[in-house]
């Protein structure tokens, strides 16, 4: 006996589900997804608004590259605005005066301590799941599966919630929407050679699912949150 044509349309909604954001509907273009600007002018632009919500981004670059500062420019800008985000800092680099002093509102900030890699996946997981949040700050360096990657994706997705990972390298690009990489940072000084005020570092776009890619921004961050 042939499936009925209601037991098809179930196979097939089920199939939908499944494969998450890798199908759409014949014929209908993507819609652009809303954005979390950085608050970094330049930086904005070449993202078309800051970092795409609902979808897994990241920011890739070893120490003292200036992510870290990228970051905290991000959660003050959400914050400022009224917002509340998450840091889930598996890496144990979240420092609250630093944050304070780059401007985000700390009451409006969730701060994750996971113990490991596990942990910090799962509590990823529950906030994106809890939705009402502007953003998942992901601070882990260690290397995620394709697997954990479209899990991510798809939880972000659903909430609408930008979720953007920190890291010394790129992961797999499997459910990543937007990739940057922090490139070529020097010190920049006040006055006396002596004084470190801050650092001067190159952005690339690295990934973009919808546009161009390979651009790149010159960008002048604070030094105390490099």
Do not use: K, N
């Not at 993202?47 to 959660?75: H, K």
């Not at 979240?94 to 994750?112: H, I, K, M, Q, Y």
């Amino acid at each position: 006996m042939s499936p009925t044509p209601r037991c098809r349309a179930a196979a097939l909604a089920d199939l939908v589900r499944d494969l998450g954001d890798r199908v759409r509907p014949g014929g209908l273009p993507d819609e652009p997804p809303a954005r979390l600007p950085t608050g970094l002018e330049g930086l904005d632009r070449l993202l078309g608004g800051g970092f795409p919500r609902g979808r897994l981004s990241e920011i890739a670059g070893r120490p003292s590259s200036g992510r870290t500062a990228l970051a905290l420019a991000v959660l003050a800008t959400a914050t400022r605005g009224g917002e509340t985000v998450a840091v889930v800092d598996a890496a144990d680099a979240f420092e609250p005066g630093s944050a304070a002093t780059a401007g985000v509102e700390l009451t409006r900030v969730l701060w994750v301590r996971p113990p490991g890699v596990r942990e910090a996946l799962r509590s990823a997981e529950r906030l994106l799941e809890a939705r009402g949040l502007a953003l998942v700050l992901l601070d882990l360096d260690q290397p995620l599966r394709a697997s954990s990657c479209l899990r991510l994706s798809r939880r972000a997705a659903a909430s609408g919630t930008a979720l953007l990972r920190l890291a010394s390298a790129r992961g797999a690009e499997t459910g990543v929407a937007l990739a940057v990489e922090m490139h070529d940072a020097r010190p920049r000084f006040d006055v006396a050679p002596e004084w470190l005020e801050g650092i001067e570092t190159r952005l690339v776009l690295a990934r973009q699912r919808v546009g161009p890619r390979g651009a790149g921004a010159a960008l002048s961050l604070r030094s105390d949150v490099a």
